[in-house]
């Protein structure tokens, strides 16, 4: 599939989170509904994915579910069925009040740390307020990217005869980072100006168990980092590591005559693993100033970033170096 192909498909995705409050005493029976409900979802036409995630420590017994289909209409369907009215006829003894439910079209799935969280925030905006508000939401994403542990951000406009909220979603590292953001002075001062161009907004935090290399979405900030960036930050954890492997694992293969060909698959596969779930991890981290896009826009960090990563090219020379000799 080419690029613009790509682009075109994630543009036509459509994904509803729906936020329901259980009943106490009432879980395993949400939780059984919940799997009913998911396995309907895949029988209808353009299904993708659906996730579940638990509400958080200290917080109220509110679960989000997260429906992804390859199309609006596709999307539609599911959500005007009999099968689903159905089943939400079913859950009504152990819900809480009735559940709410934004509707986004566009975007595409971010693959992000197991300790990210997300926020989906919905904001119903005065009539002939638009134009104000999208300037608004600029302002406060400006400031947003300066929070520590922004990830990324996407807005979603209203989808006529769907959904008539506008849309905001954005990634934290953390969700105690997420929470300082959502608590500080700076944004209260921005929702009192906001207060102008919305009658109401609905916050709803979800945790994401996903994981990758690279952690960033396609949001606001301008998207992934630049191809160049990206092999960069590779090289920086793969050199280390393969030698590392080279030194420890790979004298052992080659004194048990394990063939060259298997000790190398051996050592990719423990390479490509060390990279997903140790090093680029703690890579990204720690170059998240230079590599998140809203973050890199001026020469000066662009400068700083290159030269830590070819700085830190030369300690890896020089370590191995004395090593080998």
């Known amino acids: 599939m080419s690029a613009r192909a790509s682009r075109s498909a994630a543009a036509d995705t459509a994904t509803v989170v729906t936020s329901q409050k259980v009943r106490e005493g009432r879980t395993d029976e949400y939780q059984r509904w919940q799997d009913?409900?998911?396995?309907?979802?895949?029988?209808?036409?353009?299904?993708?994915g659906a996730e579940v995630y638990p509400p958080g420590a200290g917080e109220k017994n509110e679960w989000v579910a997260v429906f992804r289909f390859s199309g609006m209409d596709h999307l539609t369907a599911w959500l005007a069925s009999d099968r689903r009215?159905?089943?939400?006829?079913?859950a009504h003894e152990f819900f809480d009040g009735p559940p709410t439910q934004e509707v986004l079209?566009?975007?595409?799935?971010?693959?992000?740390?197991?300790?990210?969280?997300?926020?989906?925030?919905?904001?119903?905006?005065?009539?002939?307020?638009?134009?104000?508000?999208?300037?608004?939401?600029e302002k406060t994403l400006k400031v947003q990217e300066?929070?520590?542990?922004?990830?990324?951000?996407?807005?979603?406009?209203p989808v006529e005869g769907v959904q008539e909220h506008w849309v905001v979603v954005f990634r934290f590292d953390s969700r105690e980072h997420l929470d300082d953001w959502l608590g500080s002075d700076q944004r209260k001062k921005l929702l009192e100006e906001g207060d102008a161009y919305f009658s109401s907004y609905d916050v709803r935090k979800v945790g994401s168990a996903f994981s990758g290399w690279f952690q960033f979405d396609r949001g606001a900030q301008g998207g992934a980092p630049p191809n160049w960036k990206q092999a960069m930050t590779v090289l920086l954890a793969l050199y280390p590591t393969v030698m590392v492997l080279n030194l420890?694992?790979?004298?052992?293969?080659?004194?048990?005559?394990v063939p060259g060909y298997l000790g190398l698959f051996i050592g990719n596969m423990l390479s490509v693993s060390a990279l997903t779930w140790l090093f680029m991890p703690l890579v990204n981290k720690g170059l998240a100033f230079w590599l998140v896009p809203g973050r890199a826009r001026r020469r000066r960090v662009q400068a700083a970033g290159t030269a830590v990563v070819v700085l830190c090219y030369l300690v890896s020379l020089a370590v191995f170096a004395l090593i080998t000799h």
């Open 248 to 257: 420890t694992i790979g004298d052992e293969l080659t004194g048990l005559g």
């Open 85 to 90: 009215r159905e089943l939400l006829d079913e």
């Open 36 to 48: 009913r409900t998911n396995q309907a979802a895949r029988e209808f036409e353009g299904f993708v």
């Open 105 to 137: 079209h566009g975007g595409s799935p971010a693959e992000v740390a197991p300790a990210m969280v997300t926020a989906v925030i919905s904001h119903e905006v005065k009539p002939g307020y638009e134009q104000k508000f999208l300037t608004w939401q």
């Open 146 to 157: 300066k929070a520590p542990g922004f990830m990324g951000s996407e807005l979603f406009r």
